[in-house]
Protein backbone atom coordinates (compact mmCIF):
# COMPACT_ATOMS: atom_id res chain seq x y z
CA UNK A 1 0.00 0.00 0.00
CA UNK A 2 1.44 3.07 -0.60
CA UNK A 3 1.91 6.08 2.09
CA UNK A 4 -0.75 8.52 2.25
CA UNK A 5 0.87 11.72 3.47
CA UNK A 6 -0.80 15.13 4.22
CA UNK A 7 0.89 17.85 4.77
CA UNK A 8 1.58 21.64 2.97
CA UNK A 9 4.77 21.49 1.51
CA UNK A 10 5.90 25.52 2.45
CA UNK A 11 6.23 24.41 5.72
CA UNK A 12 9.22 23.10 7.55
CA UNK A 13 8.23 19.87 8.66
CA UNK A 14 6.01 18.61 5.84
CA UNK A 15 9.38 19.72 3.32
CA UNK A 16 11.76 17.82 6.33
CA UNK A 17 9.13 14.47 5.16
CA UNK A 18 8.73 15.24 1.66
CA UNK A 19 12.38 15.14 0.98
CA UNK A 20 13.16 12.56 3.63
CA UNK A 21 10.22 10.37 1.74
CA UNK A 22 12.72 11.09 -1.40
CA UNK A 23 16.04 10.12 0.44
CA UNK A 24 14.47 6.90 1.34
CA UNK A 25 12.94 6.19 -1.96
CA UNK A 26 9.31 5.40 -0.42
CA UNK A 27 6.11 5.57 -2.37
CA UNK A 28 3.99 7.57 -1.27
CA UNK A 29 0.65 9.74 -2.25
CA UNK A 30 0.50 13.34 -1.69
CA UNK A 31 -2.52 15.49 -0.24
CA UNK A 32 -2.19 18.67 0.00
CA UNK A 33 -3.39 20.49 3.33
CA UNK A 34 -3.18 24.85 2.57
CA UNK A 35 -1.49 25.60 5.51
CA UNK A 36 -2.29 29.19 5.42
CA UNK A 37 -5.82 28.80 4.79
CA UNK A 38 -6.18 26.91 7.87
CA UNK A 39 -7.07 23.61 6.09
CA UNK A 40 -5.85 21.72 8.75
CA UNK A 41 -8.25 23.16 11.02
CA UNK A 42 -11.40 22.11 9.15
CA UNK A 43 -13.55 19.44 10.45
CA UNK A 44 -12.57 16.83 7.51
CA UNK A 45 -8.85 17.02 8.99
CA UNK A 46 -9.57 16.87 12.50
CA UNK A 47 -11.01 13.76 11.69
CA UNK A 48 -7.07 12.29 10.27
CA UNK A 49 -5.06 14.30 12.86
CA UNK A 50 -6.95 16.09 15.96
CA UNK A 51 -4.05 17.90 17.02
CA UNK A 52 -4.61 20.11 13.80
CA UNK A 53 -1.05 19.87 12.77
CA UNK A 54 0.72 19.00 9.31
CA UNK A 55 2.25 16.73 8.16
CA UNK A 56 0.52 13.44 8.97
CA UNK A 57 0.57 10.20 7.22
CA UNK A 58 -1.43 6.87 7.02
CA UNK A 59 -0.45 3.73 5.86
CA UNK A 60 -3.32 0.95 6.47
CA UNK A 61 -3.75 2.02 10.31
CA UNK A 62 -3.32 4.51 12.62
CA UNK A 63 -2.88 8.22 11.80
CA UNK A 64 1.01 8.45 12.18
CA UNK A 65 1.90 12.07 13.47
CA UNK A 66 5.48 14.31 13.81
CA UNK A 67 7.48 14.86 11.29
CA UNK A 68 10.73 12.64 12.37
CA UNK A 69 8.06 9.85 13.58
CA UNK A 70 6.88 9.52 9.73
CA UNK A 71 10.26 9.29 8.70
CA UNK A 72 11.20 6.76 11.63
CA UNK A 73 8.29 4.54 10.08
CA UNK A 74 9.15 5.05 6.73
CA UNK A 75 12.14 4.03 6.79
CA UNK A 76 11.69 0.44 8.64
CA UNK A 77 8.24 -0.24 6.33
CA UNK A 78 9.99 -1.93 3.74
CA UNK A 79 12.75 -3.53 5.47
CA UNK A 80 15.50 -0.97 6.48
CA UNK A 81 17.05 1.77 4.63
CA UNK A 82 20.84 3.19 5.20
CA UNK A 83 19.23 6.34 5.61
CA UNK A 84 17.87 5.30 8.98
CA UNK A 85 20.55 2.76 10.25
CA UNK A 86 19.59 -1.15 11.50
CA UNK A 87 22.91 -1.02 13.56
CA UNK A 88 21.95 -0.15 17.27
CA UNK A 89 24.68 2.47 17.70
CA UNK A 90 23.99 3.76 14.43
CA UNK A 91 20.61 4.31 14.88
CA UNK A 92 20.98 5.71 18.38
CA UNK A 93 23.25 8.78 17.05
CA UNK A 94 20.42 9.39 14.28
CA UNK A 95 17.86 8.93 17.10
CA UNK A 96 19.97 11.57 18.95
CA UNK A 97 19.62 14.24 16.18
CA UNK A 98 15.77 13.66 15.66
CA UNK A 99 15.09 14.26 19.09
CA UNK A 100 17.97 17.14 19.54
CA UNK A 101 16.25 18.77 15.96
CA UNK A 102 12.77 18.50 17.80
CA UNK A 103 13.40 19.64 20.73
CA UNK A 104 15.69 22.57 20.39
CA UNK A 105 17.26 23.47 16.60
CA UNK A 106 13.56 23.85 15.37
CA UNK A 107 12.34 26.52 17.89
CA UNK A 108 15.44 28.27 17.26
CA UNK A 109 15.76 28.40 13.83
CA UNK A 110 11.67 29.25 13.42
CA UNK A 111 12.19 32.39 14.88
CA UNK A 112 14.07 33.94 12.25
CA UNK A 113 11.52 32.22 10.02
CA UNK A 114 9.07 34.18 11.22
CA UNK A 115 10.85 37.65 11.52
CA UNK A 116 12.52 37.98 8.22
CA UNK A 117 9.71 35.66 5.95
CA UNK A 118 6.31 35.37 7.51
CA UNK A 119 6.32 38.77 9.12
CA UNK A 120 7.03 40.42 5.63
CA UNK A 121 4.39 38.29 4.09
CA UNK A 122 1.71 39.52 6.52
CA UNK A 123 3.14 43.27 5.58
CA UNK A 124 4.64 43.61 9.33
CA UNK A 125 8.83 44.21 10.45
CA UNK A 126 11.48 41.70 11.43
CA UNK A 127 11.22 42.38 15.56
CA UNK A 128 15.13 43.15 16.42
CA UNK A 129 14.68 42.77 20.00
CA UNK A 130 13.35 39.09 19.51
CA UNK A 131 16.17 38.24 17.07
CA UNK A 132 18.66 39.30 18.99
CA UNK A 133 16.96 37.50 22.14
CA UNK A 134 17.19 33.99 20.36
CA UNK A 135 20.65 34.77 18.93
CA UNK A 136 22.81 33.65 22.08
CA UNK A 137 20.63 30.31 21.53
CA UNK A 138 21.20 29.76 18.03
CA UNK A 139 25.33 30.35 17.94
CA UNK A 140 25.14 27.66 21.02
CA UNK A 141 23.56 25.40 18.88
CA UNK A 142 25.03 26.14 15.73
CA UNK A 143 28.48 25.61 17.68
CA UNK A 144 27.51 21.88 18.43
CA UNK A 145 26.57 21.61 14.99
CA UNK A 146 29.61 22.85 13.10
CA UNK A 147 31.85 20.95 15.52
CA UNK A 148 30.19 17.55 14.62
CA UNK A 149 30.82 18.68 11.20
CA UNK A 150 34.63 18.71 11.49
CA UNK A 151 34.46 15.53 12.50
CA UNK A 152 32.18 14.02 9.85
CA UNK A 153 30.91 14.42 6.15
CA UNK A 154 27.32 13.84 7.33
CA UNK A 155 26.01 14.31 10.62
CA UNK A 156 25.88 10.47 11.25
CA UNK A 157 29.08 9.74 9.27
CA UNK A 158 29.79 9.22 5.10
CA UNK A 159 26.39 9.34 3.44
CA UNK A 160 23.17 11.42 4.60
CA UNK A 161 20.86 10.05 6.90
CA UNK A 162 17.38 11.38 8.01
CA UNK A 163 18.86 13.33 10.40
CA UNK A 164 20.43 15.22 8.17
CA UNK A 165 17.30 16.16 6.42
CA UNK A 166 15.60 16.88 9.56
CA UNK A 167 18.52 19.17 10.96
CA UNK A 168 18.85 20.98 7.79
CA UNK A 169 14.96 21.51 7.29
CA UNK A 170 14.91 23.94 9.72
CA UNK A 171 17.01 26.02 7.80
CA UNK A 172 15.45 25.81 4.14
CA UNK A 173 15.17 29.47 3.78
CA UNK A 174 18.59 30.36 5.28
CA UNK A 175 19.07 33.35 3.43
CA UNK A 176 15.86 34.62 3.19
CA UNK A 177 16.16 33.72 6.93
CA UNK A 178 19.21 35.89 7.98
CA UNK A 179 20.76 32.89 9.06
CA UNK A 180 24.48 34.14 10.40
CA UNK A 181 26.22 31.02 9.23
CA UNK A 182 29.63 33.11 8.43
CA UNK A 183 30.76 32.44 12.09
CA UNK A 184 30.15 28.32 11.39
CA UNK A 185 31.94 27.51 8.40
CA UNK A 186 31.56 23.80 8.62
CA UNK A 187 27.99 24.10 9.15
CA UNK A 188 27.43 26.37 5.73
CA UNK A 189 29.42 23.77 3.80
CA UNK A 190 27.31 21.35 4.80
CA UNK A 191 24.39 22.97 3.90
CA UNK A 192 25.20 24.86 0.84
CA UNK A 193 27.17 21.97 -0.84
CA UNK A 194 26.10 19.12 0.73
CA UNK A 195 22.49 19.17 1.37
CA UNK A 196 21.33 21.25 -1.28
CA UNK A 197 22.89 19.30 -3.86
CA UNK A 198 20.99 16.35 -2.75
CA UNK A 199 18.46 15.57 -5.76
CA UNK A 200 15.44 14.98 -2.59
CA UNK A 201 16.31 18.18 -1.80
CA UNK A 202 16.02 20.61 -5.13
CA UNK A 203 13.05 18.60 -5.69
CA UNK A 204 11.78 20.05 -2.77
CA UNK A 205 12.74 23.35 -2.79
CA UNK A 206 10.18 25.08 -5.81
CA UNK A 207 6.75 24.58 -3.23
CA UNK A 208 8.97 26.48 -0.25
CA UNK A 209 9.76 29.35 -2.53
CA UNK A 210 6.76 29.71 -4.66
CA UNK A 211 4.83 29.71 -0.74
CA UNK A 212 6.98 31.60 1.06
CA UNK A 213 9.03 34.15 -0.89
CA UNK A 214 6.09 34.21 -3.98
CA UNK A 215 8.26 36.87 -5.82
CA UNK A 216 11.40 35.40 -5.26
CA UNK A 217 11.58 37.41 -2.12
CA UNK A 218 14.70 38.68 -1.21
CA UNK A 219 16.68 38.14 2.35
CA UNK A 220 14.28 40.60 3.98
CA UNK A 221 10.92 39.01 2.37
CA UNK A 222 10.26 42.13 0.55
CA UNK A 223 11.25 42.25 -2.62
CA UNK A 224 12.33 39.66 -6.13
CA UNK A 225 15.15 38.57 -7.33
CA UNK A 226 14.74 41.33 -10.44
CA UNK A 227 13.89 44.20 -8.40
CA UNK A 228 15.05 47.24 -8.76
CA UNK A 229 14.95 51.24 -7.82
CA UNK A 230 15.16 54.06 -10.09
CA UNK A 231 18.00 56.92 -8.29
CA UNK A 232 20.04 59.51 -9.10
CA UNK A 233 23.68 58.80 -8.48
CA UNK A 234 26.27 62.27 -8.59
CA UNK A 235 29.19 61.24 -10.18
CA UNK A 236 31.75 63.69 -11.66
CA UNK A 237 32.33 65.42 -15.01
CA UNK A 238 36.17 64.77 -15.47
CA UNK A 239 37.31 68.41 -16.58
CA UNK A 240 41.61 67.23 -17.28
CA UNK A 241 43.88 69.01 -17.11
CA UNK A 242 41.84 71.06 -14.45
CA UNK A 243 41.41 68.72 -11.25
CA UNK A 244 38.95 68.53 -9.48
CA UNK A 245 39.29 69.42 -5.67
CA UNK A 246 37.80 69.92 -2.29
CA UNK A 247 39.21 72.40 0.30
CA UNK A 248 38.51 71.80 4.21
CA UNK A 249 39.56 75.39 4.96
CA UNK A 250 38.89 78.54 4.09
CA UNK A 251 41.49 79.99 1.34
CA UNK A 252 41.62 82.09 -1.57
CA UNK A 253 42.61 78.95 -3.76
CA UNK A 254 39.27 77.69 -3.63
CA UNK A 255 37.65 80.23 -5.76
CA UNK A 256 36.81 78.73 -9.16
CA UNK A 257 37.54 75.49 -8.15
CA UNK A 258 35.90 72.17 -9.93
CA UNK A 259 34.31 70.11 -6.96
CA UNK A 260 32.97 66.64 -7.45
CA UNK A 261 29.43 65.39 -7.85
CA UNK A 262 28.35 67.91 -10.55
CA UNK A 263 26.78 64.83 -13.45
CA UNK A 264 24.07 63.52 -11.71
CA UNK A 265 22.46 60.33 -13.55
CA UNK A 266 19.48 58.61 -12.88
CA UNK A 267 20.79 54.72 -13.11
CA UNK A 268 19.12 51.14 -11.99
CA UNK A 269 20.16 50.09 -8.34
CA UNK A 270 19.28 46.10 -7.64
CA UNK A 271 18.55 44.78 -5.08
CA UNK A 272 21.34 42.37 -4.01
CA UNK A 273 19.48 40.02 -1.36
CA UNK A 274 19.29 37.59 -3.60
CA UNK A 275 22.61 36.40 -4.50
CA UNK A 276 23.99 37.81 -1.28
CA UNK A 277 26.48 35.10 -0.24
CA UNK A 278 28.11 34.87 -3.96
CA UNK A 279 29.22 38.34 -4.08
CA UNK A 280 33.56 38.81 -3.31
CA UNK A 281 35.26 41.91 -2.14
CA UNK A 282 38.23 40.09 -5.13
CA UNK A 283 35.41 40.01 -7.89
CA UNK A 284 32.74 42.63 -7.20
CA UNK A 285 34.85 44.82 -5.06
CA UNK A 286 32.48 44.44 -2.31
CA UNK A 287 30.42 41.21 0.34
CA UNK A 288 27.90 40.92 2.57
CA UNK A 289 28.26 39.44 6.13
CA UNK A 290 26.75 38.62 9.20
CA UNK A 291 28.19 40.68 11.75
CA UNK A 292 25.94 40.59 15.26
CA UNK A 293 28.20 42.67 17.56
CA UNK A 294 26.15 43.20 21.43
CA UNK A 295 28.35 46.92 21.58
CA UNK A 296 25.93 49.88 21.71
CA UNK A 297 27.91 52.78 23.08
CA UNK A 298 28.77 54.68 19.30
CA UNK A 299 28.46 58.30 21.38
CA UNK A 300 31.97 57.19 22.88
CA UNK A 301 34.62 57.55 20.70
CA UNK A 302 37.09 56.01 22.94
CA UNK A 303 35.33 52.92 23.90
CA UNK A 304 34.36 52.36 20.74
CA UNK A 305 37.87 52.48 19.85
CA UNK A 306 38.94 50.41 22.80
CA UNK A 307 35.87 47.75 22.30
CA UNK A 308 34.62 47.74 19.02
CA UNK A 309 37.37 48.03 16.88
CA UNK A 310 38.82 44.39 18.39
CA UNK A 311 35.96 42.77 17.54
CA UNK A 312 36.09 44.07 13.57
CA UNK A 313 39.77 42.87 13.59
CA UNK A 314 38.55 39.29 14.78
CA UNK A 315 35.83 39.52 11.89
CA UNK A 316 38.12 40.75 9.18
CA UNK A 317 40.88 37.66 10.14
CA UNK A 318 38.20 35.13 9.99
CA UNK A 319 36.20 36.41 6.96
CA UNK A 320 39.23 37.57 4.39
CA UNK A 321 42.41 35.12 5.96
CA UNK A 322 44.37 38.19 7.13
CA UNK A 323 47.47 37.49 8.79
CA UNK A 324 47.41 41.45 10.50
CA UNK A 325 44.32 43.73 10.93
CA UNK A 326 44.80 47.29 11.48
CA UNK A 327 42.11 49.76 12.24
CA UNK A 328 42.54 53.27 11.66
CA UNK A 329 39.90 54.91 11.75
CA UNK A 330 36.02 55.38 11.72
CA UNK A 331 33.16 57.37 10.56
CA UNK A 332 29.31 57.38 12.31
CA UNK A 333 27.16 58.49 9.67
CA UNK A 334 23.81 59.82 10.49
CA UNK A 335 20.88 61.92 8.62
CA UNK A 336 21.16 64.15 12.05
CA UNK A 337 24.53 65.78 10.61
CA UNK A 338 23.10 67.29 7.20
CA UNK A 339 23.63 70.25 8.60
CA UNK A 340 27.60 69.55 8.57
CA UNK A 341 29.84 70.57 5.13
CA UNK A 342 31.25 67.77 3.68
CA UNK A 343 34.45 70.06 4.06
CA UNK A 344 34.03 70.51 7.90
CA UNK A 345 37.61 70.35 9.46
CA UNK A 346 36.64 69.16 12.96
CA UNK A 347 34.39 65.98 14.17
CA UNK A 348 35.20 63.88 11.35
CA UNK A 349 33.95 60.81 12.73
CA UNK A 350 30.38 62.66 12.56
CA UNK A 351 28.87 62.83 9.21
CA UNK A 352 26.29 62.80 6.99
CA UNK A 353 25.71 59.75 4.11
CA UNK A 354 27.78 60.71 1.55
CA UNK A 355 25.90 61.62 -1.29
CA UNK A 356 28.90 60.99 -4.07
CA UNK A 357 30.03 58.33 -6.32
CA UNK A 358 33.63 57.56 -4.79
CA UNK A 359 36.41 54.96 -3.57
CA UNK A 360 38.49 56.28 -0.57
CA UNK A 361 41.80 55.74 -1.78
CA UNK A 362 43.71 55.88 -5.18
CA UNK A 363 47.02 53.62 -6.17
CA UNK A 364 49.48 56.30 -4.48
CA UNK A 365 47.14 57.38 -1.62
CA UNK A 366 46.76 53.45 -0.34
CA UNK A 367 50.37 53.09 0.29
CA UNK A 368 51.24 56.46 1.86
CA UNK A 369 48.54 56.13 4.02
CA UNK A 370 50.71 53.10 5.29
CA UNK A 371 53.68 54.47 5.12
CA UNK A 372 51.98 57.64 7.37
CA UNK A 373 50.37 54.67 9.83
CA UNK A 374 53.07 52.15 10.05
CA UNK A 375 56.13 54.31 10.16
CA UNK A 376 59.41 51.88 9.91
CA UNK A 377 57.39 48.82 9.43
CA UNK A 378 55.55 50.10 6.27
CA UNK A 379 58.09 49.31 3.82
CA UNK A 380 58.42 45.89 4.46
CA UNK A 381 54.77 45.09 4.55
CA UNK A 382 54.18 46.81 1.68
CA UNK A 383 56.13 44.32 -0.12
CA UNK A 384 53.44 41.88 0.58
CA UNK A 385 49.86 42.18 -0.24
CA UNK A 386 47.81 44.61 1.60
CA UNK A 387 44.24 45.74 1.02
CA UNK A 388 42.05 48.76 2.39
CA UNK A 389 38.92 47.34 3.76
CA UNK A 390 35.84 49.46 4.82
CA UNK A 391 33.04 47.98 7.28
CA UNK A 392 30.34 49.64 7.01
CA UNK A 393 27.69 48.31 9.03
CA UNK A 394 23.86 49.67 10.68
CA UNK A 395 23.56 50.47 13.93
CA UNK A 396 20.70 50.22 16.54
CA UNK A 397 18.20 50.41 13.32
CA UNK A 398 17.45 48.71 10.02
CA UNK A 399 18.74 50.82 7.56
CA UNK A 400 16.02 52.27 5.26
CA UNK A 401 16.77 55.85 4.13
CA UNK A 402 19.69 56.88 2.08
CA UNK A 403 21.25 52.79 1.68
CA UNK A 404 24.60 52.20 0.38
CA UNK A 405 24.74 51.31 -3.25
CA UNK A 406 27.75 49.87 -4.69
CA UNK A 407 29.12 49.62 -8.12
CA UNK A 408 30.08 46.23 -8.88
CA UNK A 409 33.54 46.55 -9.99
CA UNK A 410 33.07 44.00 -13.12
CA UNK A 411 31.19 46.60 -14.79
CA UNK A 412 33.62 49.44 -13.98
CA UNK A 413 36.98 50.00 -16.06
CA UNK A 414 39.91 51.33 -13.90
CA UNK A 415 39.83 54.18 -16.20
CA UNK A 416 36.61 55.29 -14.90
CA UNK A 417 38.04 56.25 -11.59
CA UNK A 418 39.72 59.54 -11.61
CA UNK A 419 41.56 61.75 -8.87
CA UNK A 420 39.68 64.03 -6.19
CA UNK A 421 42.58 65.95 -4.53
CA UNK A 422 41.73 66.44 -0.47
CA UNK A 423 43.36 70.38 0.31
CA UNK A 424 43.82 70.03 4.03
CA UNK A 425 46.10 73.05 5.94
CA UNK A 426 49.15 70.31 6.07
CA UNK A 427 48.59 67.63 3.58
CA UNK A 428 46.93 66.76 0.17
CA UNK A 429 44.74 63.49 0.24
CA UNK A 430 43.49 61.79 -2.48
CA UNK A 431 40.26 59.79 -3.17
CA UNK A 432 39.01 58.58 -6.30
CA UNK A 433 36.02 59.67 -8.23
CA UNK A 434 33.89 58.22 -11.05
CA UNK A 435 32.76 59.33 -14.61
CA UNK A 436 29.40 57.97 -15.65
CA UNK A 437 29.12 54.99 -17.65
CA UNK A 438 25.98 53.11 -18.85
CA UNK A 439 27.93 49.42 -18.14
CA UNK A 440 27.74 50.48 -14.24
CA UNK A 441 25.74 47.73 -12.80
CA UNK A 442 24.84 49.32 -9.06
CA UNK A 443 23.55 46.79 -6.10
CA UNK A 444 22.22 47.87 -2.37
CA UNK A 445 20.55 45.93 -0.03
CA UNK A 446 17.31 47.38 1.15
CA UNK A 447 16.46 47.24 4.68
CA UNK A 448 19.90 45.97 5.75
CA UNK A 449 19.76 45.22 9.77
CA UNK A 450 22.63 45.91 12.47
CA UNK A 451 22.85 41.73 12.35
CA UNK A 452 24.78 42.37 9.11
CA UNK A 453 28.25 43.83 7.28
CA UNK A 454 29.20 44.87 4.45
CA UNK A 455 32.78 44.80 3.37
CA UNK A 456 34.00 47.66 0.68
CA UNK A 457 37.63 46.86 -1.13
CA UNK A 458 38.85 50.25 -1.41
CA UNK A 459 42.59 49.98 -2.04
CA UNK A 460 44.39 46.90 -3.37
CA UNK A 461 48.08 46.18 -4.08
CA UNK A 462 47.84 43.31 -6.14
CA UNK A 463 47.55 43.76 -9.97
CA UNK A 464 46.60 40.14 -10.32
CA UNK A 465 42.92 41.41 -11.64
CA UNK A 466 41.32 40.89 -9.03
CA UNK A 467 39.26 43.98 -7.61
CA UNK A 468 40.88 47.07 -6.82
CA UNK A 469 38.62 50.10 -6.02
CA UNK A 470 34.66 50.06 -5.75
CA UNK A 471 32.99 53.21 -6.18
CA UNK A 472 29.95 53.60 -3.96
CA UNK A 473 27.70 55.97 -2.52
CA UNK A 474 24.49 56.54 -0.35
CA UNK A 475 21.78 57.62 -2.36
CA UNK A 476 17.84 58.87 -1.72
CA UNK A 477 15.68 55.46 -2.61
CA UNK A 478 12.36 55.96 -4.01
CA UNK A 479 10.78 53.40 -1.82
CA UNK A 480 11.80 54.82 1.61
CA UNK A 481 8.57 55.12 3.80
CA UNK A 482 7.99 58.88 4.69
CA UNK A 483 8.35 58.02 8.33
CA UNK A 484 11.55 55.53 8.09
CA UNK A 485 13.68 56.26 10.70
CA UNK A 486 17.07 58.00 10.53
CA UNK A 487 19.88 56.17 8.76
CA UNK A 488 22.37 55.18 11.34
CA UNK A 489 25.39 53.75 10.41
CA UNK A 490 29.41 53.19 10.81
CA UNK A 491 32.25 52.84 8.71
CA UNK A 492 35.27 51.56 9.72
CA UNK A 493 38.35 52.23 7.80
CA UNK A 494 40.86 49.28 7.83
CA UNK A 495 44.44 47.92 6.51
CA UNK A 496 44.56 43.99 6.18
CA UNK A 497 48.11 42.89 5.65
CA UNK A 498 48.70 39.46 3.62
Known sequence: MVLEVYLDPCTVNSRKVLAGLELLGTEYHYNHVDYFAGEQKRAEYLK???????????????????????????ADRDGGN????????????VNRWLLWEASVWFASCYVYLVEYVVKPLLKSEPDQTVIEGQSTQWHKLATLLNDQLTKTKWLCGDEPTIADISVAASMHLHKAQHLPFDQHPQLKEWMTDRVEKLAC??????????????????????????T?????????????????????????????????????????????????????????????????????????????????????????????GAKRVLVFDHTIRTKSNDTKKLTQETNTSQRAPVMLVHCDYTAE????????????????????RVAFINVWKPI????????????????SARNDFFKLYLRYRERTGENYVMRYS?????????????????????????????????????????????????????????????
Open 201 to 226: WQKTQAAVEKALLPDKATANGTVNDH
Open 82 to 93: PAYPKDLQKRAE
Open 438 to 498: PEHKWWYFPKITPDHAILLKTYESENDGRAQFVGHSAFLDPTTRPDAPTRESIEIRTIAFF
Open 48 to 74: INPHATVPSAIDNGPTITESNAILMYA
Open 396 to 411: RNMVEERPLAMCDVTT
Open 365 to 384: SGPLRVRQLLGDEAEDLLSR
Open 228 to 320: QVQATLNYTKDLSPKPTELYFYDSAEAEGIHEPGDDAHEVSIHDGWHRGQDFSIDKEGFSLHNFRSGFDKWEDEETVRAEFYPEVVDFLKHQI
